[in-house]
């Protein structure tokens, strides 16, 4: 389908209501391509990966916004990024497959820290919420809401072939009268703006997670808002990207230090590091070793990893 792999922007015309759709295949699949995780867990993963792209769509930030989740639980860690460029990547830790869906049963006792870092690493935000939803649209919606930030809806589906999200949010009243003609007709009311909100709430609720998945954006929307006045933007690519890289992984040796490194290699003749995102796998023989141990020591350089 053309609009695989691809943000949608849409904007309710008469309403102060901004929506995003995202559906992930073949970037889900690569993304995929060197894992095999339990059902539930990899659906779980889907739905932060998709998540995390539409939370990064709605910033205006040149960097990667990042899902954690951490438990107790089977599975203890997860963790789904997203680059201001709508590159992800994604990866999940368990001790045990397990078969419930519930993120309480999977992670158990734990949290979800969304963190926003520019590119530059100069600026850093960082928020935390319990993992106390059922589900992570549940985690997310509380995230907004214990943050202050716009009141926002999310429903997130996925499966092995491929992840869909929709995010619902709610604008400022002054965001209509800045992208409207005040002279076209009477601005909505406080009231028909909070009625308009739960009306667009209450239909997304009836969309089923095949619909989110199988049909088109403005399929999807004709059928969800066919009353309303939506506007869908030219969709943007997302694609799977590792930001992995030899430097990245030289910057991490170099934090072991030099005696762990030269025990590394007098016991397995060489250091090999394999990227836990797209499983590649960066090897050092000893004389590449010691030439970047002896160029730190010259120049006293730190690479970020």
Not at 8 to 28: C, K, M, N, Q, T
Not at 81 to 99: H, P
Not at 241 to 258: H, K
Request: hydrophobic share 40%; proline share 4%; aromatic share 6%.
């Amino acid at each position: 389908m053309h609009d695989r792999d691809c943000l949608h922007r849409f904007l309710f015309e008469h309403y102060p209501i901004r929506g995003l759709l995202v559906h992930l295949d073949a970037s889900w699949r690569a993304l995929l391509e060197h894992r095999e995780y339990p059902e539930a867990i990899r659906d779980t993963l889907g739905e932060a990966v998709a998540a995390s792209v539409l939370l990064a769509a709605t910033l205006k930030f040149d960097g990667t916004l990042t899902l954690q989740l951490q438990g107790q639980g089977p599975m203890h860690l997860m963790l789904a990024q997203c680059s201001s460029r709508l590159g992800v990547r994604g990866v999940a830790r368990y001790r045990e497959s397990i078969e419930e869906r519930s993120l309480a049963a999977l992670s158990g006792a734990g949290n979800l820290t969304v963190t926003i870092e520019t590119e530059d690493l100069s600026q850093r935000y960082q928020g935390v919420v319990p993992l106390s939803g059922e589900r992570l649209a549940d985690c997310l919606e509380g995230y907004f809401e214990s943050s202050e930030q716009l009141p926002t809806r999310l429903w997130l589906h996925a499966t092995e072939m491929g992840v869909a999200g929709m995010l619902l949010q709610r604008l400022p009243a002054s965001t209509l009268t800045e992208r409207t003609n005040p002279s076209s007709g009477a601005q909505p009311s406080a009231a028909d703006i909070e009625d308009a909100w739960r009306r667009v709430q209450m239909l997304g609720d009836t969309l089923k997670p095949e619909e989110l998945t199988a049909l088109s954006a403005q399929t999807l929307l004709q059928r969800l808002f066919a009353e309303d006045d939506v506007r869908l933007f030219e969709p943007a690519p997302v694609f799977f990207r590792c930001r992995c890289s030899r430097d990245r992984v030289i910057g991490m040796l170099r934090a072991l230090g030099a005696e762990e490194l030269r025990s590394i290699l007098a016991e397995r003749g060489s250091v090999e590091v394999r990227c836990d995102f797209c499983n590649r796998a960066y090897e050092f023989d000893p004389v590449d070793v010691e030439h970047f141990l002896a160029s730190q020591a010259v120049d006293g350089s730190d690479l970020r990893h």
